[in-house]
């Protein structure tokens, strides 16, 4: 991921245009006409043909332009595109756009390699271009303009962006940058992502996906700007891909599609299914983002419209709020005897704008719920009198209002009212439902990225050396499918809760013994490495209640395996004590390899018609609790999981730890290729795996280098000896947040001052969660604990380094409990910190320290670190700025 010099491609001061000419239809000519004249800065022709075009001198190479231009757009024939990239890195140019199309592999390669050696971006090639309408930048060959605003639109369909130009600008949307990928060579969504997260201009980025191809990074990028601003996504392609050869209920139900709706609810983004709800969903998360999104209640002057709008409620699964007996006394003491005592609140055709106003006061006392405002014009009040009088009580903070006037003409003025207030506005009560909807879910995804899981529980640790066996006999056996006795003691090994099986001989006797030994009822099942799918064959029978039953069992399945699979292997029977619990469900979970984003978890209802009810869902790992238990909530069957009539609810937690435990096995066992566990049964006193399917590859598809989002990177974890004990040194963790709030209240407030700059002692619980729920990826943060009495542990210190994008600096900042200053912590700390960096190739790590803080200068300088003025304090007073070259003084 790099936004290295980005900031020549999307703010040039001057430009060069190679192809230019003035041909009507030609590329070069249309980004010619759409910069001369409107772009602000330095522009330039270039065209060896052509002294001058239109009165504008020309140039024939790189090599007579008066200086390098910070932005090359090249429209030239594709062999010429790799000699003018080298040409202009060479002379000092750092951002082309190659609209040219056609480059075959080679050439394409040779254009990276030599725009790399300068450290050249490019965006493209085959792409329209990129406009900034800030700077009057059109650098595209798009015959349509953008007008300035706050949205940033990044589309990987060159076709679509005129288009959505055209479609843009007949409704006002303005934009930040718009911006064509093309083949994205070079710049991806990734960098997109990374740059526009932190732009000013922009208040909300839209994206136009059709594939993903360096699955880490975008989800790295995704999640860092989805915490500044709402991330959109549209993505072509939603029909099922399917994976009909997969061995397991997992592959075949975790279609591609479905992967990528994972991933992006666990980056926090949002997505939707078209470019009209796109915008829909930009101006509602863009202006009312902090809104209250518990449920809707419709105020309206029309019954009708309060009918549509509960209509399309009950489509998008939408709440309508139920009103209160306190609110529905405020709303009898305002309203005419004949409204309509119930949500949607119809306040009568004939309401004036006061009416409207006591009413939204009279709701005010549900704050968790928006308000759907919708007005109808009528003959007896104005529309626009309507907004003026109800601007004051819509625009009150926080925001609780979304508009929709019905009709056109009428209500023009009185729509541009509220528009011009930042209140939202729809055209159609579906459109302000549909959009309601979207804030609903993407509040699900962000409330997700904060959740806090809980200090880890005393769950059963996975015996690896066991597990390792398993796989690798199985593997060195020529086979990738487990038997169901081997799958379930892989199951046992990792901590998951099994029931007890037995292997025996494919003999009827054999059966009846272990029968014996178990207890009756048992389940018997057929025992082959080439059968996937047993009940397909007839190779399952349950609840067989006695000796003579299971004889005659025995018999009756070897025969109906040998007519349906003559070439199937049989080795013998399992038999398994029939597991009966009450009120028990039976579900699914697990793991399969998506080829863009990694291992995936698949949760669902299961049962042998797993894949005709589909009801699933799926989650990238690393899972913790908070994050299993809103993936088990993101099914239907979770509704029967909670309870109902005489039915206790399911130990919902003991479902999440499995799922957790999958998670931490797909890191553990990078052989783990699909995973089964199906019927996983479930009640109110726990769960148990019934059957399980498990195929593993020499080609270790899974393990941490395969994660979409880098697991917790259990290797930095170590311990030190410090003043006589055994302290431990680690990376920080989700889980930590309680003691790192407990550490931040021992500190004195002097010692907070000096470290962070400022002096509050309270921190919100969205602070915490930044502080310990980390991308490992871009940022690292350290801790030193030590074990309490009560099983528990305390924090003494951390230091912390955020990554830029480019691996390039690295910026600190390092803390120990104000009693353990000066035992060493911190310079143990740092020294972590220092070769952490070192190891992933940073190149400087840097800090702000206050002057007076000569601790920190001192264990600076001590360390290593150059001292000097701090470019952010012109005036040297409060700062000082302190620097160490890693890889230099490595």
């Known amino acids: 991921m790099s936004i290295r010099n980005l900031d020549a491609l999307f703010a040039p001061e001057s430009v060069a245009v190679f192809g230019a000419s003035l041909r009507p239809a030609s590329v070069g000519g249309t980004v010619w006409r759409n910069l001369n004249g409107v772009f602000g800065g330095r522009l330039y022709a270039v065209n060896p043909k052509h002294p001058e075009l239109g009165g504008v001198k020309a140039y024939a190479d790189v090599a007579t332009l008066p200086e390098a231009p910070d932005l090359a757009v090249i429209c030239t024939p594709a062999p010429t595109v790799a000699p003018l990239i080298a040409d202009l890195g060479a002379r000092g140019t750092r951002a082309a756009i190659v609209v040219t199309a056609g480059l075959d592999k080679a050439q394409k390669q040779a254009m990276l390699d030599a725009a790399r050696v300068n450290t050249l971006r490019i965006l493209g090639p085959n792409c329209i271009g990129m406009l900034a309408p800030h700077l009057g930048l059109n650098a595209s060959f798009s015959h349509i303009g953008a007008i300035p605003g706050e949205l940033a639109f990044v589309s990987q369909s060159g076709a679509l962006v005129t288009a959505m130009l055209d479609w843009a600008g007949s409704r006002g949307i303005g934009f930040s940058h718009f911006v064509s990928l093309g083949e994205h060579a070079d710049i991806d969504f990734g960098d997109m992502l990374d740059f526009l997260g932190s732009d000013a201009k922009t208040r909300a980025i839209l994206l136009y996906i059709e594939s993903v191809e360096e699955s880490p990074k975008f989800m790295s990028a995704a999640r860092a700007a989805a915490r500044n601003k709402p991330v959109i996504v549209v993505k072509a392609g939603r029909s099922a891909a399917g994976q009909a050869a997969a061995a397991s209920h997992t592959g075949a139900l975790a279609g591609s599609d479905a992967v990528f709706d994972a991933a992006i609810a666990r980056a926090g983004m949002l997505r939707v299914n078209s470019l009209q709800d796109l915008f829909l969903a930009a101006e509602t998360l863009a202006r009312f983002r902090d809104g209250p999104s518990g449920g809707l209640i419709v105020l309206t002057n029309g019954g009708g419209a309060g009918v549509m709008a509960a209509d399309a409620a009950a489509a998008e699964n939408v709440p309508l709020t139920p009103l209160s007996d306190e609110i529905l006394a405020r709303l009898n003491a305002v309203l005419p005897p004949?409204?309509?005592?119930?949500?949607?609140?119809?306040?009568?055709?004939?309401?004036?704008?006061?009416?409207?106003?006591?009413?939204?006061?009279?709701?005010?006392?549900?704050?968790?719920?928006?308000?759907?405002?919708?007005?109808?014009?009528?003959?007896?009040?104005?529309?626009?009198?309507?907004?003026?009088?109800?601007?004051?009580?819509?625009?009150?903070?926080?925001?609780?209002?979304?508009?929709?006037?019905?009709?056109?003409?009428?209500?023009?003025?009185?729509?541009?009212?509220?528009?011009?207030?930042?209140?939202?506005?729809?055209?159609?009560?579906?459109?302000?439902?549909?959009?309601?909807?979207?804030?609903?879910?993407?509040?699900?995804?962000?409330?997700?990225?904060?959740?806090?899981?809980?200090?880890?529980?005393?769950?059963?640790?996975?015996?690896?050396?066991?597990?390792?066996?398993?796989?690798?006999?199985?593997?060195?056996?020529?086979?990738?499918?487990?038997?169901?006795?081997?799958?379930?003691?892989?199951?046992?090994?990792?901590?998951?809760?099994?029931?007890?099986?037995?292997?025996?001989?494919?003999?009827?006797?054999?059966?009846?013994?272990?029968?014996?030994?178990?207890?009756?009822?048992?389940?018997?099942?057929?025992?082959?490495?080439?059968?996937?799918?047993?009940?397909?064959?007839?190779?399952?029978?349950?609840?067989?209640?006695?000796?003579?039953?299971?004889?005659?069992?025995?018999?009756?399945?070897?025969?109906?395996?040998?007519?349906?699979?003559?070439?199937?292997?049989?080795?013998?029977?399992?038999?398994?004590?029939?597991?009966?619990?009450?009120?028990?469900?039976?579900?699914?979970?697990?793991?399969?390899?998506?080829?863009?984003?990694?291992?995936?978890?698949?949760?669902?209802?299961?049962?042998?018609?797993?894949?005709?009810?589909?009801?699933?869902?799926?989650?990238?790992?690393?899972?913790?609790?908070?994050?299993?238990?809103?993936?088990?909530?993101?099914?239907?069957?979770?509704?029967?999981?909670?309870?109902?009539?005489?039915?206790?609810?399911?130990?919902?937690?003991?479902?999440?730890?499995?799922?957790?435990?999958?998670?931490?096995?797909?890191?553990?066992?990078?052989?783990?290729?699909?995973?089964?566990?199906?019927?996983?049964?479930?009640?109110?006193?726990?769960?148990?795996?019934?059957?399980?399917?498990?195929?593993?590859?020499?080609?270790?598809?899974?393990?941490?280098?395969?994660?979409?989002?880098?697991?917790?990177?259990?290797?930095?974890?170590?311990?030190?000896?410090?003043?006589?004990?055994?302290?431990?040194?680690?990376?920080?963790?989700?889980?930590?947040?309680?003691?790192?709030?407990?550490?931040?209240?021992?500190?004195?407030?002097?010692?907070?001052?000096?470290?962070?700059?400022?002096?509050?002692?309270?921190?919100?619980?969205?602070?915490?969660?930044?502080?310990?729920?980390?991308?490992?990826?871009?940022?690292?943060?350290?801790?030193?604990?030590?074990?309490?009495?009560?099983?528990?542990?305390?924090?003494?210190?951390?230091?912390?380094?955020?990554?830029?994008?480019?691996?390039?600096?690295?910026?600190?900042?390092?803390?120990?409990?104000?009693?353990?200053?000066?035992?060493?912590?911190?310079?143990?700390?740092?020294?972590?910190?220092?070769?952490?960096l070192r190891a992933r190739g940073t190149q400087c790590l840097v800090g702000t320290v206050l002057r007076e803080n000569q601790g920190m200068l001192e264990l600076a300088q001590s360390l290593g670190f150059q001292e000097s003025a701090n470019p952010g304090d012109p005036d040297d007073r409060g700062t000082r700025f302190v620097r160490l070259d890693l890889q230099r003084d490595a």
């Not at 030590?786 to 912390?800: A, I, K, N, S, Y």
Request: glycine letters at 6%; one cysteine or more; hydrophobic letters at 45%.
């Open 338 to 836: 004949n409204w309509s005592h119930a949500n949607p609140v119809d306040i009568i055709g004939d309401a004036p704008g006061q009416r409207y106003v006591d009413a939204l006061q009279a709701l005010s006392a549900e704050q968790s719920s928006a308000v759907l405002f919708i007005q109808a014009p009528t003959a007896i009040v104005p529309s626009t009198e309507i907004a003026q009088t109800l601007l004051p009580q819509a625009t009150k903070a926080p925001r609780r209002v979304l508009g929709c006037w019905l009709g056109d003409g009428a209500v023009k003025e009185a729509r541009q009212i509220f528009r011009n207030a930042g209140v939202p506005d729809f055209d159609t009560p579906e459109d302000a439902v549909r959009a309601f909807s979207f804030l609903r879910t993407y509040r699900q995804h962000q409330e997700e990225l904060l959740q806090t899981p809980p200090a880890r529980s005393a769950t059963r640790a996975m015996d690896l050396p066991r597990i390792r066996a398993i796989v690798d006999g199985v593997l060195a056996s020529g086979r990738d499918l487990l038997t169901e006795p081997e799958a379930k003691d892989l199951l046992d090994a990792a901590g998951l809760p099994v029931v007890a099986t037995r292997v025996v001989d494919p003999d009827p006797a054999a059966a009846q013994a272990a029968a014996a030994e178990l207890g009756y009822p048992v389940a018997l099942k057929i025992l082959s490495h080439t059968i996937s799918h047993k009940s397909d064959v007839g190779g399952v029978r349950l609840n067989i209640a006695s000796g003579a039953e299971l004889g005659e069992a025995c018999t009756a399945m070897l025969a109906r395996v040998r007519e349906l699979r003559p070439d199937a292997d049989v080795q013998g029977f399992t038999v398994q004590r029939m597991v009966k619990l009450k009120h028990a469900h039976e579900l699914i979970i697990g793991a399969s390899v998506d080829r863009v984003f990694g291992p995936v978890i698949l949760f669902g209802q299961g049962g042998t018609a797993v894949e005709v009810l589909a009801d699933r869902a799926l989650a990238l790992p690393p899972l913790n609790l908070p994050l299993a238990l809103a993936q088990i909530g993101r099914t239907r069957v979770a509704k029967l999981l909670h309870g109902y009539r005489d039915e206790p609810a399911a130990d919902l937690d003991a479902i999440a730890q499995v799922l957790v435990s999958v998670s931490q096995l797909l890191v553990d066992l990078p052989e783990l290729a699909e995973l089964d566990i199906n019927p996983l049964l479930v009640n109110h006193e726990g769960a148990v795996a019934l059957d399980a399917r498990v195929r593993v590859s020499a080609q270790r598809p899974a393990g941490a280098a395969h994660f979409a989002i880098q697991p917790y990177p259990q290797s930095l974890v170590e311990s030190w000896a410090w003043q006589g004990e055994a302290i431990t040194l680690r990376p920080i963790r989700p889980e930590d947040e309680a003691q790192h709030r407990r550490f931040l209240e021992q500190l004195d407030p002097e010692d907070i001052r000096l470290r962070v700059f400022y002096s509050r002692r309270s921190i919100e619980h969205s602070e915490l969660a930044r502080l310990t729920q980390i991308d490992y990826a871009r940022e690292m943060a350290f801790i030193a604990t030590r074990p309490l009495p009560d099983d528990g542990e305390e924090t003494l210190g951390t230091v912390r380094a955020a990554v830029d994008p480019d691996n390039h600096t690295a910026e600190f900042g390092v803390i120990v409990r104000s009693d353990l200053k000066g035992s060493g912590l911190g310079h143990r700390l740092m020294s972590k910190m220092i070769e952490h």
